[in-house]
């Protein structure tokens, strides 16, 4: 159910559900949508005045989430945008040259495209660009991350490089791994997460508590790597 509350000059709104819960709990999904659930019995107007309390904090969130959203359709690939690599915010600059490139400088990624080359445009420039950057980098933490795993005698699994919709990495049932190169938008230690996540599939298949012990182990702090991936939408 869709419902919205005004909060100061903003209009909030949210979809509201119903649970066994006690108290009131309020997401906001990088995707910017704001989601309710609240007990059985609260009332509309207790649920509108909770909104209200933290209506800054849901406009915070929100304004968090905007800068992370690297996969927007309305990105044009033009100078003064700004462009996600592992993990830091870059202005993108875009100018014609002798020779199609891209380079970081400062807080900027520079794309160079070829005037020669007619049809190219910066977006195909900088796709190739992240590319085979993906691919360098997810190959080398692959090789890394399998070294924590030393004593429990497993081989590192081939790599697929792969865009998925709405997965970071996944363990094929023939022990491939899948990443997807959007993660080079993130910080490495997200991608390390991702990658150790999946290592740990390759001893316990399931979410089970050896799984969660074993993850415990290889990276004491991922949780705080989990939550600021989800800050990236997929
Ligand atoms: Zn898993």
Redesign the pocket.
Known sequence: MEQSVQYGKTSISYTLSRSKRKTLAIEVHPDLRVKVIAPNNASLDSIEEKLIKRGSWIIKQRRYFESFLPRTPRREYVSGETHLYLGRRYVLKVKNTDKSEVKLKGGQLLVSISKRAINTTARDVLAGWYKSHAEKILTKHLQENVKLFRSFSIKEPPLIIKRMKKRWGSLTSTKKLILNPELIKAPVKCIDYVIL??L??LLHPH?GKE?LQLREIIMPDWKRWKERLEQISA
Request: charged share 15%; with cysteine.
């Open positions: 996540h999946e740990c599939h979410h799984f």
